[in-house]
Every structure is written in structure tokens, then in C-alpha cells.
Nanobody, 115 residues
Framework: QVQLVESGGGLVQAGGSLRLSCAAS????????MGWYRQAPGNQRELVASLITGGTSNYADSVKGRFTISRENAKPTVYLQMNSLKPEDTAVYYCNVDKFGFLYWGQGTQVTVSS
């Protein structure tokens, strides 16, 4: 079992920044990747960014150049630095861990970007 606790969401004006954090605990052996997804009302959950163990990162086209995913292995915690936020970034953001192909999810944190 893996437990994920997210923090850092909130309300920000367009052009502003937020940093999301996701602290992982439990049985962490075998984690293949950690990442962030988001879901806006009426939309499907979509990948925002992922970081494969070993260093390769992937980003949705809509956030490339604005968002940065990073991981601190000592804790372990995964971060999502979000800059130049846009109203269309408004969504619930979920932390995700892939452990041996099984997906674990955090409870979600709301990000609201006002225009």
C-alpha cells in the first residue's frame, strides 16, 4: 500500500504561480513513476506531468515550458511547480504513483486560477 498526501493548491490570479507537493508513505519499493493528473468539471482526468524513476519526465503539451515536475527521494515527495498559470489550468490536481503497474491516487487538491 502507498499513501499519498497532497498540498499546495489554492486560488491564484492568472500569471501567478503555485507549487503542489505530494508526500508518499507506506511500501515504496517498486515505484516506477510519480506524477500529477488533473480533472476539470465535465472533463476527463488528464496527465499533467510524470517523472519516471531514473529521471525521465513527460509533460502535457498544454503545460510545457510553464510547469516543472521534480522529486525529492529522501522524503519521498514529488512536486509540481506551476508558473504562468492560466484560467484553463483550473482543476482538481491528483498525485499519482505507479507501483508495479498498480496506480495509487491522492485525494486531490483544488487549483483555481482567476482571470
Amino acid at each position: 500500500q502507498v499513501q499519498l498526501v497532497e498540498s499546495g493548491g489554492g486560488l491564484v490570479q492568472a500569471g501567478g504561480s503555485l507549487r503542489l507537493s505530494c508526500a508518499a508513505s507506506g511500501s515504496l519499493f517498486g515505484i516506477r513513476s510519480m506524477g500529477w493528473y488533473r480533472q476539470a468539471p465535465g472533463n476527463q482526468r488528464e496527465l499533467v506531468a510524470s517523472l519516471i524513476t531514473g529521471g525521465t519526465s513527460n509533460y502535457a503539451d498544454s503545460v510545457k515550458g510553464r510547469f516543472t515536475i521534480s522529486r525529492e527521494n529522501a522524503k519521498p515527495t514529488v512536486y509540481l511547480q506551476m508558473n504562468s498559470l492560466k484560467p484553463e489550468d483550473t482543476a482538481v490536481y491528483y498525485c499519482n504513483v505507479d507501483k508495479f503497474g498498480f496506480l495509487y491516487w491522492g485525494q486531490g487538491t483544488q487549483v483555481t486560477v482567476s482571470s
